[in-house]
């Protein structure tokens, strides 16, 4: 259907973005998505019968210009982020979009023809504040995205931690659960809601790490402090949290308060790193806080929890990890995945300085501190789930993000949580539970023979 609209642009612009678009995506009819142009133009299996998982607002005559030219992953986000385009409608579906254009732009055959096309549509149709710096929108709510400082992009250090978690409670308040876990639920007959998911997570991990009235237990990257005051309110233990970021610990320490915790949880801002060496703990868990740590000081790591770890006491870690791309063979084909520049767009907006552990790195290293893998469980489907739960709750608190954030960090936030649910559906990240133990002199784990006890059976 084309609607009837004034046109802001010449017909030959609409007709080479057409171009552009068959290029890269093959026919209309063939699509899984419908697209409208700045002018009303509207094509895709909608006009002719067929149903669409999405569509695609191409918002300015440039905007195919700005999105491919040259071809990246990181210029087609940022395209997203400056309003050149918008999604309506299923955003994780969009994510295997970026699958079909880095495979069709190794091919130099179609880069020659596209680029004609693409170099025909205009350049300079941005409004004056159409750019964009390098970094997140502004937790004020202004809309503008701050730079990353080069430190925080090289290094996943405290303030690259805080970049990522900073964006103010109540902004994660608007798409967590009440409890405010950020991290993988778990669903165990796969119909719960994320609260009940989270609290089964929650629950999940205080029976694999055994807890027991009177354990102390150690929570490396506490968060807002959902599983410290779940361990103590349920299992009788003694918990510390620690955490990088003020606004968490500060929504942390009056959450224990109105549980009449105080005399149980106690919530420290510090890195695993700074703790006082003559402490010792019964129980370490770890959720979420490997992904931040630096290859460098991944054997530091592990070495600090068994330093902090009693004889016969437990570790749990969890954490994403690096599942491994296709090999791609060939010059061009590796040219190709290099131009694309995967992960470019977490890597600025999101986690700056990122790179993931594989599950050997995390293994490997955790034995060679002198601890004992005694159960590992991959929970990637979980965390797809996760990931779309929170996707839908933050797309219906649209309004109130914005407000919080501004426009540019939405989305920021509603793409990397989107294309993360595909990653982990696809097998490209899993999620693991690896537990460890310290065995005592004799070598005693004081874990028993079967899992009985964690998932009764």
Same mark, same amino acid.
């Given at each position: ?247 968490? *610990? $500060?929504?942390?320490?009056? @959450?224990?308060? #109105? /549980? !009449? &915790? %105080?005399? +149980?949880?106690?919530?420290?801002? =510090? ?87 594989? *599950? $050997?790195?995390?293994?490997? @290293?955790?034995? #060679? /501190? !002198? &601890? %004992?893998? +005694?159960?590992?469980?991959?929970? =990637? ?70 899992r009985a006890d964690i998932y009764g059976g």
């Amino acid at each position: 259907m084309i609607q009837d609209r004034p046109a802001v642009h010449s017909s030959a612009t609409v007709r080479h973005a057409r171009a552009v678009l068959a290029l890269l995506f093959g026919p209309p009819a063939r699509r899984t998505f419908n697209v409208r142009l700045w002018d009303g133009t509207c094509e895709g299996p909608a006009e002719s019968g067929g149903r669409a998982q999405f569509s695609v607002l191409l918002k300015r005559p440039g905007a195919l210009r700005r999105m491919f030219l040259p071809p990246s992953e990181l210029r087609l986000g940022e395209a997203y982020l400056r309003d050149d385009f918008d999604i309506v409608g299923d955003v994780e579906a969009t994510a295997g979009l970026t699958d079909t254009v880095s495979d069709r732009l190794k091919s130099p055959a179609m880069l020659a023809r596209l680029l004609p096309h693409l170099l025909a549509l205009p350049s300079d149709d941005l409004p004056p504040n159409g750019a964009l710096t390098s970094g997140m929108a502004s937790p004020a709510g202004d809309g503008v995205a701050r730079p990353v400082a080069r430190h925080q992009h090289e290094r996943r250090d405290a303030p690259a931690v805080r970049f990522h978690y900073d964006a103010g409670n109540e902004f994660f308040a608007l798409w967590l659960d009440p409890a405010m876990v950020y991290s993988c639920a778990y669903f165990p007959t796969g119909e719960e809601c994320l609260e009940q998911a989270q609290a089964a997570k929650l629950d999940l991990i205080c029976r694999k790490l055994r807890l027991a009235p009177g354990d102390s237990l150690l929570d490396i990257g506490c968060g807002w402090g959902g599983l410290v005051i779940h361990a103590a309110r349920h299992y009788g233990v003694t918990a510390t949290g620690i955490t990088l970021s003020e606004q968490q *610990a $500060g929504y942390a320490r009056d @959450r224990i308060a #109105a /549980a !009449g &915790l %105080e005399a +149980r949880c106690r919530i420290e801002v =510090r890195g695993f790193g700074d703790l006082p060496a003559e402490r010792r703990y019964d129980k370490i868990v770890s959720v979420g806080m490997v992904e931040h740590v630096p290859a460098r000081q991944l054997s530091a790591y592990f070495a600090t929890a068994a330093r902090l770890l009693r004889p016969g006491g437990l570790f749990l870690n969890h954490g994403i990890v690096y599942a491994g791309l296709p090999t791609y063979t060939g010059h061009l084909a590796r040219a190709g995945r290099r131009l694309w520049g995967d992960g470019a767009f977490i890597d600025r907006y999101v986690f700056p300085g990122g790179r993931l552990a594989t *599950a $050997g790195e995390i293994v490997a @290293r955790g034995e #060679a /501190a !002198g &601890l %004992e893998v +005694r159960d590992l469980e991959n929970l =990637r489907e979980h965390y797809a789930r996760t990931l779309r739960h929170w996707v839908h709750r933050l797309e219906a608190a649209h309004d109130e993000a914005v407000q919080m954030v501004g426009e540019p960090s939405y989305r920021v936030w509603r793409m990397y949580m989107a294309a993360s649910a595909r990653a982990f559906d696809l097998g490209r990240m899993n999620l693991l539970q690896v537990l460890f133990c310290r065995p005592d002199t004799d070598g005693r784990s004081g874990v028993p023979l079967t899992r009985a006890d964690i998932y009764g059976g």
